[in-house]
């Protein structure tokens, strides 16, 4: 691929007819160096609670008589305290190898109405001071990457989602087209511009979106959308591409969560698992994922044996580059005492300065970048360490 692409996807229209409307777009920008980072947006608020549930915290059965787990019920032990969902038993290897970790009691600054509009906003935008201005701090943060224009970003969703939307320069892909022509209008059209390089490369490139298109909303078992995604994903960082971006939905869990959650944490470990699978070994130990997610959820279950939107919840880090087997963060407990507003867990992380401690380490963005525009108004701790070295 190169940089130009609106304009080929302009001269593939043209030329060969494709009127599919972009549903998965794939957004580009330039960063530097070898070093990769996915992040992953959960979206509809992912129960850190259940995720990694504190079985060592006497309260959590009392809180959670249905939805707390034990060992018995396929609760995996990660340190003694706290325990990995069974629905993500996948990613243990991943844990065991150092390669999977997680931040506790985490949240962005949004404290009021626990709206998954305002608060996916505030998590993607990167705090109140620029809310309003519509642009993303993975965005925000290009800027502050040396030598910015060596290296290129994607963003892998069903719309232009706002993490990466910005002042930055983007180019968009998308991995669903429809080419309705016949094989013989095809070979014409392959014929017609073989000998102009840029219809030629543009015409190849659609022919090969519309097919990989359809594997993945043909519906086939074998290969899911998310696997698809990030199967995707994993070629781009695997060539020039350094930072890419897709969200997973389903978390809302208000209602049977020991049911609902099991669906969406499969796919986050199919996400991760993918990317893995597809990146080179050498690639892949270069490679940070941070999972995040809007807000947590409540520490007691409601009653429709779900959980209600809440406040502190678990931010996910996986691949080589992570400083894995460990759960980061300070635990607040589940005591009544601790317990924000009587209902929430009590953030003692603030998600930004994670997203902050990674960039900052993984792509050298100044601590006075992002005080400045990535984070607005945030002192870095720059002794945080999510990452290995």
Not at 7 to 27: D, G
Not at 53 to 74: T, W
Not at 276 to 287: D, G, I
Request: hydrophobic share 40%; glycine share 10%.
């Amino acid at each position: 691929m190169t940089t130009d692409f609106s304009r080929r996807n302009f001269l593939t229209a043209a030329c060969c007819l494709a009127a599919a409307p972009i549903v998965t777009p794939v957004t580009f920008a330039a960063v530097p160096g070898d070093n990769r980072l996915v992040t992953i947006v959960l979206r509809g608020a992912m129960d850190g609670l259940a995720l990694v549930q504190p079985y060592g915290d006497p309260v959590l059965r009392l809180l959670r008589p249905k939805l707390s787990l034990s060992a018995e019920q396929g609760l995996h032990d990660l340190d003694g305290y706290f325990g990995l969902h069974p629905a993500a038993e996948a990613l243990l290897p991943l844990w065991r190898a150092g390669e999977l970790g997680f931040v506790n009691a985490i949240s962005t600054p949004y404290r009021s109405g626990r709206s998954h509009f305002d608060g996916q906003d505030m998590l993607e935008s990167g705090g109140a001071a620029v809310q309003d201005e519509r642009t993303g701090w993975l965005n925000r943060a290009i800027a502050g990457i040396p030598r910015g224009s060596a290296r290129k970003a994607i963003d892998v969703n069903t719309t232009s989602e706002l993490i990466l939307a910005g002042p930055n320069p983007v180019d968009v892909w998308s991995t669903r087209a429809n080419l309705e022509l016949a094989e013989d209008e095809r070979s014409f059209f392959t014929r017609l511009y073989r000998s102009d390089p840029v219809f030629a490369a543009a015409m190849a490139e659609a022919v090969e979106t519309d097919m990989f298109s359809d594997g993945i909303h043909a519906g086939e078992k074998r290969n899911s959308g998310v696997e698809s995604v990030a199967r995707l994903a994993a070629g781009m960082l695997s060539g020039e591409h350094r930072i890419a971006s897709f969200s997973i939905s389903g978390w809302d869990t208000h209602v049977g969560q020991d049911r609902t959650f099991k669906k969406p944490v499969g796919e986050l470990c199919t996400a991760i698992l993918t990317l893995k699978a597809n990146l080179r070994p050498e690639v892949w130990r270069k490679t940070a994922v941070l999972a995040i997610t809007e807000f947590g959820r409540t520490a007691r279950e409601n009653g429709s044996a779900g959980t209600d939107h809440g406040t502190g919840g678990v931010a996910i880090i996986a691949g080589g580059a992570v400083a894995g087997g460990r759960i980061h963060g300070t635990w607040p407990t589940l005591s009544e005492a601790s317990l924000l507003d009587g209902r929430d867990l009590q953030p003692t992380t603030d998600l930004r300065q994670l997203a902050a401690a990674i960039l900052y380490q993984q792509f050298g963005v100044s601590a006075k970048a992002i005080g400045s525009s990535v984070f607005p108004g945030l002192t870095l701790d720059t002794r945080a360490s999510y990452l290995r070295g």
